[in-house]
Each structure stands twice: as C-alpha cells, then as structure tokens.
C-alpha cells in the first residue's frame, strides 16, 4: 500500500478518537474526497496482480487437461501414464515451489528389481504318483491263509489202470494212484524307507502319499517273484505259433485246455500284444473286426468269454499265460501290512521314522496242467 495513504489513515484514526458521529462522519467524508484517486489506483493494482495469479492457474488446469487426453493412448504405450507424464515434464517438477529441487528417478517395476523373496504360489498335496499295475498276480490266483509258514497239499495222478467194461467171470479193472505231497513255503516279501521327522512334519502330504507308493511297490516286488514262480510251474506251451496271428494261438491254448478238461478263465497279455490282436484285419484291406470267438463286454476284452488282462509290469515280451486260474493259489501266512517306527536303528537319536511294506505270502501252481504259459514267437 502507498505510504502516504497508510500514513493518512494512521491520522484519521487518531483524530476521530472521542469525537461525535457527525465529526467522525465528515472527517472520513474529507479523507474520501482528498485520498480518493489514490485508492482507485491501489485497488486496480491488486486486481491486475490478481487476475495475473488467476491465469496461471488457469494455463497450469489447461496444460493437465490436455495431459489427461493424452492418457487414452496410454494403451499403445508400455510406459504408464503417470510416469511418461513425470518423464515428459521432469524440468518444470523439480523447480516446483522455486525454492529447492528434487531429484526424481523413474523405473519400471519387474519381479527381478522389485520383488524380494519368492512370489505367492498355491499347492497341489494331492501328489502325482506312478500308476499301480493293471494287473496284479494276485488278483488272478485264489488266496488261502494258513497259520503257519508251510502249505502242503496232496496232488494225485493215475499210475496205471482204466476203468473198463467187466468180462464176465474176469478180475475187474483195477487202477492204482501215486499221491504227491507237494509243500509250499511261504516267505517275507517286504521293503522299507527311511524318513526325518522334520520331512514329515514339513510336508504335509508325506505319510499319506508314502503308504501308498510303497504299497503299489510292494505289489510290483510280488508280482515279480510270483512270475518267477508262475514260469517254472505253468506248464511251458510247445504249440508252433508261426503262420498264424495272437488271436488265434491264443484260441488253440483254450482248445488244448479244454481237451484236458480244463475251462479257461483268463488270459494275459503284454499291452503291444493286446493291442495287435485289435488290429488284426478280417482280411486284407477288409478293415479291422475283432476275431471269430473275441468280443468286448462292458469295455472288457473278451476271448470265449474269458477276460483278457494286460501286465505291462511283470509279464516279459511276446509271452501270455492262459488258463483255469482257481487251480493257482496265494498261500498267506501274514497279509500286507504298512507300519512305521521311531525305535529302528538309529532312529531315535536322528529323528528318523522307518516306514515299512511286508507280507508272507508264497505261490503255487495246484494243477500244472491247467495253466499254460506260451510265447508268440515259437515256431
């Protein structure tokens, strides 16, 4: 404000001070009147200086509004808006205020230079495990259980002799059997693994998914020394297979088994063999057609009405088994069992758990003779 004025002002309020109304009305009136050029042009300086401000503004909310337009073609840009406009206006940001400057560093987050630790995962515990075997030996066999470690069992054959038509006046036939006593010892099948209780109580899957990959391995172990077993008592096909396809070597061991008075009741085959036989043709570019005598029943393979099994595991390349199956036996002295112990070995004072798969058991082929075991590739 102009100094002369404020001075003025500074008299007329000390003039005016105990005064009457009609004195303080004409001292103003005469302030008024002397001063009155002088106030038009402070007012109109304010107001310039005002309108001046006023229009900063108004370019500052001008330029951001056409900033913001710009914004829609953000898409087309990977850099985000905010940080192109921060990029773009850099110089006008730090001199801000027009008193200090800042720095300012843009960069563009990714997970290698932003994110410290691992990332937010979800988890599966239901683990994926091998798959068991299709066909386990004992699911073929009838099983019997025993309270000791040995099944014997009595295997009778005619010696000699013939029931025959009596000659009147004759001896009547006469036959004579020999009896086998055949033995059958059973013996531990069994496998175990060694785990730390930290494993156990840091893995929430761990138990659970141990019993059953030990058991489908204890099977696999069975079925493996049940083959052995299987092989050297089956009765060994000598049957020429060459000049004719598996479907039909298979139907000549039924026949063979039939005329031995044996009713087969299940064959098994490795998967590429099981497979052949569907890709059999009826005859040359005739297309494909499942063989006189094989059907398929409920999604089962089906050879004169008995099943046709597939033991991709245990049973080697090019051979089959055929055969009447109730004549072959499990003998169990103790069934499989899953147990775990803290009080194995060392375990105690390594904080070790033993889990371990077992069982008792044995294999016998009752009648030979009504389990053939053959191989597509004899001649």
Do not use: C, H
């Not at 775990?340 to 889990?355: G, L, V």
């Amino acid at each position: 404000m102009n100094e002369e004025i404020k001075n003025a002002l500074d008299t007329l309020g000390s003039q005016i001070k105990g005064k009457t109304s009609e004195e303080v009305k004409s001292a103003i009136e005469s302030f008024e009147a002397k001063y009155k050029d002088e106030v038009a042009k402070e007012v109109k300086a304010v107001k310039e200086e005002f309108e001046a401000e006023l229009k900063k503004v108004q370019d500052q909310a001008n330029a951001l509004d056409i900033k913001l337009k710009e914004s829609k073609k953000a898409k087309e840009d990977n850099t985000p808006f905010f940080q192109k406009m921060i990029k773009e206006n850099f110089d006008e940001i730090k001199s801000v205020g027009g008193k200090k400057e800042f720095s300012l560093e843009v960069k563009d987050m990714t997970l290698g230079n932003a994110l410290t630790g691992d990332q937010p995962r979800d988890y599966n515990y239901d683990v994926v495990r091998r798959p068991a075997s299709m066909v386990n030996v004992e699911d073929l066999a009838t099983a019997v259980t025993i309270q000791g470690g040995t099944y014997t069992y009595v295997r009778s054959t005619l010696a000699s002799g013939s029931v025959a038509t009596q000659t009147e006046g004759d001896d009547k036939a006469q036959l004579e059997y020999d009896y086998t006593m055949v033995d059958a010892n059973t013996d531990y099948i069994a496998g175990f693994a060694v785990y730390s209780k930290k494993m156990r109580n840091n893995l929430p899957f761990l138990e659970s998914t141990l019993s059953l990959d030990l058991r489908d391995d204890y099977y696999r172990g069975e079925n493996s020394a049940f083959q052995t077993i299987l092989s050297a008592q089956a009765t060994t096909s000598t049957q020429s297979n060459a000049g004719q396809n598996r479907a039909e070597a298979i139907l000549e061991e039924i026949s063979t088994l039939a005329g031995q008075n044996f009713v087969a009741n299940g064959v098994v085959l490795t998967p590429a063999d099981y497979f052949a036989i569907l890709e059999i043709e009826k005859s040359t570019g005739a297309g494909y057609g499942l063989p006189l005598g094989w059907t398929f029943d409920g999604g089962v393979l089906r050879v004169m009405g008995a099943p046709v099994f597939m033991a991709p595991d245990w049973l080697p390349a090019n051979k089959y088994y055929v055969g009447d199956w109730s004549r072959v036996r499990k003998v169990v002295t103790e069934g499989f069992s899953f147990s775990t112990s803290e009080e194995d070995s060392d375990n105690f004072r390594k904080n070790n758990i033993t889990a371990r798969v077992e069982a008792q058991v044995v294999l016998t082929v009752e009648q030979p003779d009504a389990v053939r075991y053959g191989d597509f590739t004899t001649a």
